[in-house]
């Protein structure tokens, strides 16, 4: 099993959740983060006085699949959240140990 | 200036009857109606700048930090309360001793609290049946006492403590404010020179901007706000508070300058509030307007915060002369009060002067502004006067002012601590939150 973290521009969570339960993903954990990566910050002005935003917000993803989905979900999300304008966001891929599903006790793929 | 009206009242009502016996002339108001209608233009004018209150208070919500929000309007609803209180008990007659002075022109010779008339009172029992009830010109005069008051507590929020700020208050309600307003409105030396200030430029708003502006100075920024010579931003919480706040002030702004009219028992009367309205109007409409085409010329982004300025640095510049202005005079009179705002906001920064809500360039620079423009449009005024006038004010209050601030830091102290000050005066003074789920941060 893989563990999906991705972090995405706000505005492209709808479009890239319905990419994702269309190829099969049945469920996810999603956040609104701040952060800063290659886009790092920009400079406001407030009351006369520049300021800098180091951080900007983004909507971070965590989804668990099994192996054989995690190439096709890094796929999905990179289409569909990209725009081509700096600041898209970043996948990364993570071995998951274990999963259980609360209420019947299944574990591992069948849990998911 | 309730002397002046008085008398040319009173002349009017002598005149009255022989008037009605001429052939063809206009029938003269009755003096019932005049003493009706002035007073409820006191009473309509006094409850519009009562909600100038909330203004203020929602303003200052807006424009602090989440973790303040409830020390503001606590501080809100203390001042007025104690404005209230206080310019009963001393204010009211030290501001009109009605020709019974001290030391003549500068302070009143009578100390003591305001007194109502009668209940139901008759005409020939009136204190004044040729123009106005007490109650409605008390009602309306402890209004403008209360607002400049609220003008000092935006500056000086996020970091001063809420009892010597109260204290303060008290001091400023019952003494300064009153004895520098005898000076031009209870018939003092300055109306004697012939300064005018139609409803408080100088009298009102520079007042609470001096008294801001020394206490800022005795206090100090509030922490991070300046750091290695430059300015640290801290946004407030709620901008539309903010906004709501300011159409507050600007939907108060018609009874505090039209009811300083001080009269409505006239074709003239009327007509003039009509003019003070709309000039009024229009000059806050020049300053919201300048100020967002200045902060997006200069800044390259318009900033809402001095839009909201703007408008009542507009609002201000207006008020010490609405009548005599047409609107297009009264819509740049208003646009310089703009201008001002978009330039002081960032100099008063660089002098390290920490200034909330921006009420100092909106109250006190906007306020000299105005107080020098009346000459501009009405010939009974000199700039040689209007310059003394500010200049005599401004010296009182802040000497005034300094000597409270000074005496409540060595007593009481003035700020909260470090640790307070980080984590909020809502939490560590009050105990309470405005915003309780997300005021942490």
Redesign the interface.
């Given at each position: 099993m893989k563990l999906i973290i991705a972090a995405i521009k706000p505005f492209k969570l709808e479009e890239v959740r319905e990419a994702l339960t269309a190829i099969g993903v049945r469920g996810m954990m999603v956040t609104e983060i701040k952060g800063f990566g290659s886009q790092s910050g920009h400079t406001e002005i407030y009351r006369g006085a520049e300021y800098a935003v180091n951080f900007v917000p983004k909507v971070k993803l965590e989804i668990a699949v099994p192996d054989s989905m995690a190439d096709q979900v890094v796929e999905t999300i990179a289409t569909t959240a990209k725009t081509d304008k700096i600041g898209d966001g970043k996948v990364f891929v993570l071995d998951l140990q274990s999963a259980l599903r609360v209420r019947t006790g299944e574990s591992n793929d069948d849990a998911l | 200036m309730k002397l002046t009206k008085l008398l040319s009242l009173s002349a009017m009502a002598v005149a009255a009857p022989s008037l009605a016996l001429a052939q063809d002339a206009p029938a003269a108001v009755p003096t019932d109606t005049v003493f009706i209608l002035n007073s409820l233009l006191f009473l309509v004018g006094g409850f519009l700048v009562f909600w100038m209150a909330a203004g203020f208070a929602m303003l200052e919500a807006g424009l602090v930090r989440s973790k303040n929000v409830a020390m503001q309007l606590t501080k809100n609803m203390g001042l007025f309360s104690l404005a209230s209180i206080f310019y009963y008990l001393i204010g009211y007659n030290l501001m009109y001793p009605l020709g019974t002075w001290a030391w003549d022109g500068v302070l009143s010779g009578i100390w003591g609290p305001g007194v109502l008339e009668a209940v139901g009172v008759t005409a020939d029992a009136a204190d004044d049946y040729g123009y106005a009830s007490t109650g409605s010109d008390f009602f309306f005069q402890l209004m403008f006492c209360a607002a400049t008051a609220s003008i000092v507590s935006g500056t000086l929020a996020e970091r001063i403590k809420l009892w010597p700020f109260l204290v303060f208050t008290i001091i400023l309600t019952a003494i300064i404010y009153p004895i520098q307003a005898s000076w031009k409105w209870g018939g003092g030396f300055l109306d004697g020179m012939g300064f005018l200030d139609f409803a408080g430029s100088t009298v009102v708003h520079s007042v609470g901007g001096w008294a801001a502006l020394t206490g800022a100075i005795i206090l100090g920024p509030r922490i991070g706000k300046y750091k290695d010579g430059?300015?640290?931003?801290i946004?407030g919480s709620n901008l539309t508070l903010a906004t709501l706040g300011t159409f507050i002030l600007w939907m108060g702004w018609f009874g505090f300058n039209g009811g300083s009219q001080l009269a409505m028992g006239s074709v003239g009367d009327v007509a003039d509030i009509s003019r003070i309205f709309s000039n009024t109007n229009a000059a806050a409409a020049g300053g919201a307007i300048t100020a967002l085409i200045l902060t997006q010329l200069?800044?390259?982004?318009p900033?809402l915060?001095?839009v909201l300025n703007g408008a009542l640095a507009g609002l201000v510049s207006i008020t010490a002369e609405p009548l005599t202005p047409s609107l297009g005079a009264a819509t740049i009179i208003g646009a310089i009060g703009g201008v001002i705002v978009?330039f002081a906001?960032?100099m008063l920064?660089k002098f390290k002067i920490d200034d909330v809500v921006?009420a100092i360039p909106v109250h006190l620079i906007a306020g000299i502004w105005g107080t020098l423009a009346v000459p501009l449009t009405n010939s009974d005024a000199s700039f040689g006067t209007q310059i003394t006038s500010i200049v005599v004010v401004g010296v009182f209050v802040t000497v005034a002012s300094a000597i409270v601030w000074m005496i409540l830091k060595a007593t009481m102290g003035l700020r909260v601590d470090e640790e307070t000050e980080i984590n909020g005066l809502d939490m560590a003074e009050l105990g309470m939150e405005a915003y309780p789920e997300f005021s942490k941060g």
């Open positions: - | 430059k300015t640290i931003p946004p200069v800044y390259k982004k900033d915060t001095m978009v906001v960032p920064d921006g």
